[in-house]
């Protein structure tokens, strides 16, 4: 008797029901479409309809789309989903900072963190990526390794569950509490710029969460090739995440580096669109003591941005278990801010922000990953 070979190549999957929520205006357009929910002469009028329902009231059911036709609302039902991800694990810093560990997948695990009284009202520090490849000595989320991009609803919907966290739908014109999103979560957003756009298109959208392009930062290591694409696609503001003047240390800090060195960099800052007075590049410099912090140092930074229009975020280090640095004295810091502001440079000292839940810039790392918060919380001195 032979042998028996089992076949699975036609074992059943679960079919993946397609996010409404990550789609541009035309993408959900032609869904509709092609789920047979509408025909393309009034297509356009009822993505118009589900995308004020999903984007400026917050809806999370179908069923509350009141406009909708009954039977329309059942097609989008069985077709679609527009569901948040679950969030794990919210926890509130004694300064009012809060993070959400949000879970997209099994294994597919992000943090988002919303900073009080930063931009106009408050800004939502949003991660492109699981993980992170570039390995900043410095930066306690580049400890672990990429897992994936997240995709475009993935992205957004860390801006949907920070406003159904701060109560703020539907969309306000005014007094917002969310009133800036920076790109300075996990992950490298240059490395996943097609998710990133067209989340940043989501958002900025005058329809739905409304927050303009001008508010929205988008920070990178210094992918250089895609930093004036960048520019083209997306018109938001650029940071740069720098931390050194000469590459022999930058090399270090940033690996990056190696592949795109400092002059490379700053030659395609200065070819970003739209860059101007109105529109400076800011430029990220973690304080690590007795390695970047020297009057020296702040002297050759003042030279390395000459003719760039740019304002500097002095980022005191904020410490993370297994770290090998440690943060400059506050006066040492404050020595440095003074050399760049008589050289003309907006240099505020970022005020360390949620550091008792490793919230603070750099410390961001997914649960899967990392030692349970709690035990982290436990070994993590706080200021």
């Not at 580049?142 to 860390?158: D, K, P």
């Not at 920070?219 to 740069?240: F, K, Q």
């Not at 200065?270 to 702040?298: H, I, Q, W």
């Amino acid at each position: 008797m032979g042998a028996t070979t089992l076949d699975l190549s036609r074992a059943s999957k679960a079919p993946v029901i397609p996010n409404l929520s990550g789609m541009t205006r035309d993408e959900l357009r032609q869904a509709i479409i092609d789920a047979g929910v509408a025909d393309a002469a009034k297509a356009r009028m009822r993505a118009s309809q589900v995308w004020r329902w999903i984007h400026h009231y917050g809806v999370t059911d179908f069923a509350l789309m009141s406009d909708v036709a009954k039977d329309t609302r059942a097609k989008l039902t069985q077709a679609f989903s527009i569901a948040r991800p679950e969030v794990v694990e919210r926890q509130v810093s004694k300064d009012g900072t809060r993070k959400w560990l949000i879970r997209f997948a099994p294994g597919i695990e992000a943090e988002t963190v919303y900073i009080p009284d930063v931009g106009r009202a408050g800004a939502l520090c949003v991660s492109s990526q699981v993980g992170c490849t570039l390995n900043c000595s410095f930066c306690h989320t580049g400890t672990q390794a990429l897992v994936r991009n997240l995709t475009a609803a993935e992205i957004v919907a860390q801006v949907q569950v920070a406003r159904d966290d701060l109560g703020e739908w539907p969309s306000p014109k005014e007094d917002r509490k969310l009133s800036n999103i920076v790109f300075m979560g996990m992950g490298e957003p240059l490395y996943n710029l097609d998710n990133v756009a067209s989340a940043i298109d989501i958002i900025a959208d005058n329809e739905g969460i409304a927050i303009s392009r001008r508010r929205i930062t988008v920070s990178t290591s210094g992918v250089v090739p895609m930093i004036p694409e960048l520019g083209a696609r997306t018109a938001t503001m650029l940071a740069i995440s720098l931390h050194a003047t000469n590459d022999l240390l930058r090399n270090e800090l940033v690996p990056l580096n190696k592949k795109y060195p400092i002059e490379d960099l700053m030659a395609a800052i200065r070819s970003y669109p739209g860059l101007g007075n109105a529109r400076r590049v800011t430029f990220e410099y973690v304080m690590l003591k007795g390695v970047n912090d020297s009057p020296a140092e702040a002297r050759a930074l003042v030279k390395l941005l000459k003719g760039v229009p740019a304002k500097i975020n002095l980022i005191p280090f904020n410490p993370w278990p297994g770290s090998q640095y440690e943060c400059s004295d506050w006066a040492t810091i404050e020595k440095f801010a003074a050399e760049l502001n008589r050289a003309g440079y907006a240099s505020p000292i970022r005020t360390p922000r949620g550091r008792d839940i490793l919230a603070a810039c750099g410390q961001l790392k997914s649960e899967s990953e990392k030692i349970r918060a709690s035990a982290l919380r436990a070994m993590v001195s706080v200021d």
